[in-house]
């Protein structure tokens, strides 16, 4: 426990305990409100006396108290500023100044950051650009040291290799607030060295262990909870919920899959009261989703419609958050925490008009006091698509005729092999009418051919689709029938350094240029999120699936190998629970 | 956060791992039980795998796990073990291992003892002993650094100096686990640099900083929340209770208080919800109650009977503790936590058959497995009592007659100043009909005289009764009215080398030794037990006040020079609050 080393000057602690009985100014007084106390879940009408970063005071409304400078919060509920406990700002496309000039305005005031996808791409130049970036913002961004780069080591490559002696020397630093995510279960459980040396990493530097348990029930649930993970957020539904808690996970209920909220709202409902290891996190939101719902403000507010009490989804985001990543300076409104506040106009709504952080007001009105420095993007993540030309050619799974049986992938999201014998027409297997192509190459200098798979349960495809986003290696990935389509995206998304295109005719119809590393866009927030849901809205024209929002999110995860069942990576087809790893998805061919 | 060391060994947590999947034997599995989740309030059905000191496993009931030894619980609850908040081994006036023998098989498996009485006798020597001891028993003592040692430096001496430097030195000591209760409320709100520098060596230290918040309310309890100040214990009613709640303290609720707990209990069911920060003490236990009633699963007992919902009171005894006190590897029945559990054969009466520490059955059926040994008591702690033979005359008050104003002490436990003039005879100033002596000698070497004030509201004495135990100097105080009594029973005290006696009629009529540091027996438990009930029923014969056990408890407390009000201390009568300080109780003498 303890507080950060900023709290603990004595001039400081010294000018509070004076402020709070009357004999010093307060830095600032906000006047007129009515706090919301996480712990008792009461509200009552206090007076907040602000010294430096500290709350100093907490007070009955009273006329004897000065000032140096009054904010008038009549009407107004404060409440501690949000905690988002799990969050990668690469999913929203922006820069790390967008993403708070998003969030901060909403009373996001700290967010648990894990930059996986750039350190996916640029290894540990990746990480350098992520912890400067978060030290030039007005939110407290708290990078994470990524523990799966790549994801699934053996079944991929990525931009990055981090061995354990890499995560240990990272988690020994002061501006790396604990491991993140990890995803290799499968490896983990296995006794796998390299991952089991990670873990040891994260074990040994006595920060959280953060982990993402998908799918894990009984023996394997309790195998990963055994090994020291301390969190997940991967919830599939009330049960897995339930036995997350009592495995002693703390859970990072998720905005980011909202389908889930309303089961996953009545089952803490049911156990009637919430429990203290419940925070929020956003995960990953999408531009146009950041720009008109907003950060972890919109996982509060979506809980709030779900059914959650109010009291609790503020908990949730707030002391609970803070007591489980370990910052007992954050989630209270109270003397001796940290000043981190969010003034609400409406608390069911989560409207915030005052943003409050280290003391300072940072946000009014829905907007940034002060615009935050655009430092110049580095080299290595400005040229991240190392790879040549993309011709129709590299689409065609070869084999020898007249017939070949093919391996499938079916089902988005949760997949599952398939076979189909086929024919073969000019030594190219031949797409049957109910299925898709996607394809994946390795953009990080590997120097590897582009892998081919047929996909099925896809929907009805008139186009292609190519992106240099694709977790977890963010290889450039294309989905479509005709190669020629499919090349025309591809090749855009090279050409624009990485990023997003839709092809149909043979041509290109959006671009959407994502030039940092391949994830993230340079261009503000407001067109970026224009010009996303432009490109999508463009996709939906060209392909007919159920429902939309969910299957363009897959193709964003469909390479997610680290996950049970088979996928495509840059080496082939792979199954990692399985230990299935096939360059090519032609199992047999010249059959008759 | 982060697991302790000893939790991070990689063959351990891959021991688990594979234990857990059920490809290695489990060193103990725990079957037929029933688990209580302290995340979920859930009771269920649940085999538990212990490997090592870990949790493996918390699973269905199953056939297809093997194990080294398994303990059938069938009809019993599995709890995690009970972790006391706060509390000092010495007011039970045993050794530690008598400690752990009482209370280990009552299923406390983890106390955070403050060794403030054994620093303030014995200064850095009590504070070795403590430690030392510490290791040797099966139960998780977690010492803390005294800070008050002196309680109230400039009015009053006690064996001990503890100057900011020494704090932080020992502060840095692995096995030091926090800065103990800073009972120096005013001179930390005032600004007194030695009080501000000994929490500033716990603020640095990054562990807990623990607080005394006597009475203290508004602008004042803001302020030594302020000061960096986490927890506090000394509660006066349900609005105090809620007070410190909402001012983000966490309380330990603590059973020697009793007369408290019927409110506190219903101020938290009326809230609806138990909030995380709260959690239970026992503080001081005197011997006939631990050995009868027990340590921290008497407060359990007892809140349960009051009204307090039973999961909750476990929940405060448990994970809220473990949360609290940092440890989060306590607190949870759940794989990759600490194996340490109680296993209870009535949950209501609190009734443990048999407790579990690092995976190891410690207790069974009311009695340790292994008797801790007893070490040989060092020698600075055997010769406390540094004083000359007692007199008579020394429980005089001299004034020049006919007639004297004298400051007298009403009101015991809530002192107030009072005046009276009295006559004066052959120089020694009339005691009342309605009034006791209370008289208090310096032991630690410093060569003082005895210090006498006279005392209103006390009840009606027919004998004296001396103690070394005297909060929180441990000062040599005597209780009385005939000054051949008070000799004569703190002339005992010196004989014994510490200890209580009581005096009537000139005569001893009963004592109780207390040889290590005066403070703590070398008597096994029972017999002290014994002793300590009769010499309590024999002043309870020889004085008239209600209700009894309260009184005498007050005895013990009397001298608490730092807490508000004015108090009789070895330097005189003293009022730390209002900055008082007088050598003689004589206010004007030579009066017609």
Not at 113 to 121: Q, S
Not at 212 to 230: K, S
Not at 236 to 248: M, W, Y
Request: aromatic residues 6%; contains cysteine.
């Amino acid at each position: 426990m303890g507080f950060p080393d900023d709290l603990n000057d004595p001039q400081l602690r010294g000018r509070a305990v004076q402020a709070a009985r009357g004999q010093t100014p307060f830095d600032l007084l906000i006047t007129g409100g009515i706090v919301l106390d996480m712990v008792t879940s009461q509200f009552r009408r206090a007076d907040v006396g602000v010294v430096g970063p500290l709350i100093a005071s907490v007070h009955e409304p009273a006329d004897d108290f000065a000032a140096t400078q009054t904010l008038d919060a009549t009407g107004q509920v404060i409440a501690p500023g949000f905690i988002d406990t799990h969050m990668h700002v690469e999913s929203s496309m922006v820069t790390v100044a967008d993403y708070a000039e998003a969030v901060v305005p909403r009373g996001v005031t700290t967010a648990r950051w894990d930059p996986h996808e750039l350190a996916n791409v640029a290894g540990t130049a990746g990480l350098d650009y992520a912890v400067a970036e978060a030290q030039n913002v007005p939110l407290r961004l708290l990078p994470l040291m990524p523990t799966c780069v790549p994801s699934a080591p053996g079944y991929e490559q990525s931009g990055g290799d981090f061995t354990p002696a890499i995560v240990a020397q990272w988690l020994s630093r002061d501006d790396i607030h604990g491991a993140a995510e990890l995803m290799t279960m499968q490896p983990l459980l296995e006794g796998d060295s390299r991952v089991r040396g990670i873990v040891q990493a994260g074990l040994d530097s006595g920060k959280p262990v953060c982990g993402h348990a998908r799918g894990l029930v009984g023996a394997d649930l309790n195998g990963f909870a055994a090994a020291g993970i301390e969190t997940d957020h991967e919830l599939t539904g009330a049960a897995d919920l339930l036995a997350k808690l009592s495995a002693g996970f703390t859970i990072e209920l998720r905005g980011s899959h909202p389908h889930l909220l309303p089961e996953l709202a009545q089952a803490l409902v049911d156990l009637g009261e919430l429990p203290q290891t419940v925070t929020l996190c956003t995960d990953d939101v999408f531009p146009d989703d950041l720009l008109t719902k907003g950060g972890l403000d919109a996982v509060i507010r979506v809980l709030i419609a779900c059914g959650l009490p109010t009291v609790w989804a503020y908990r949730a985001a707030t002391l609970n958050a803070a007591t489980r990543i370990g910052r007992m300076d954050l989630g209270l409104v109270a003397p001796g925490r940290r000043a981190d506040l969010a003034l609400l106009g409406d608390l069911d709504q989560v409207r915030v008009e005052t943003t409050i952080i280290d003391g300072q007001i940072v946000a009014q009105d829905g907007q940034l006091c002060q615009a935050p420095p655009r430092a110049p993007v580095p080299e290595p993540l400005r040229h991240s698509m190392k790879i040549a030309p993309v011709t129709p050619e590299a689409f065609e799974v070869w084999a020898r005729g007249p017939n070949a049986r093919i391996a499938t992938l079916c089902k988005p999201r949760f997949p599952q092999w398939g076979e189909r014998i086929l024919p073969v027409r000019d030594g190219r297997v031949d797409l049957p009418d109910d299925m898709i192509r996607m394809a994946i190459q390795n953009r990080h200098g590997a120097g590897l051919p582009m892998r081919v798979a047929f996909l099925e349960d896809w929907g009805t495809w008139r186009g292609a689709f190519a992106s240099s986003v694709s977790h977890d290696s963010h290889n450039l990935t294309v989905f479509g029938r005709d190669p020629a389509d499919m090349a025309a995206a591809a090749d855009a998304v090279r050409k624009a350094g990485g990023g997003l295109a839709v092809a149909s005719g043979g041509a290109v119809q959006a671009v959407l240029p994502l030039p940092i590393a391949g994830l993230m866009s340079t261009a503000p927030l407001s067109d970026l999120a224009h010009d996303f849901a432009a490109l999508r809205a463009t996709l939906d024209r060209l392909v007919d699936w159920e429902p939309p929002l969910l299957v363009f999110k897959a193709l964003f995860g469909a390479s997610l190998v680290c996950n049970a069942g088979p996928r495509l990576s840059d080496l082939g087809l792979v199954d990692v629970f399985e230990g299935i790893l096939r360059e090519s998805c032609v199992l047999e061919d010249g059959l008759s």
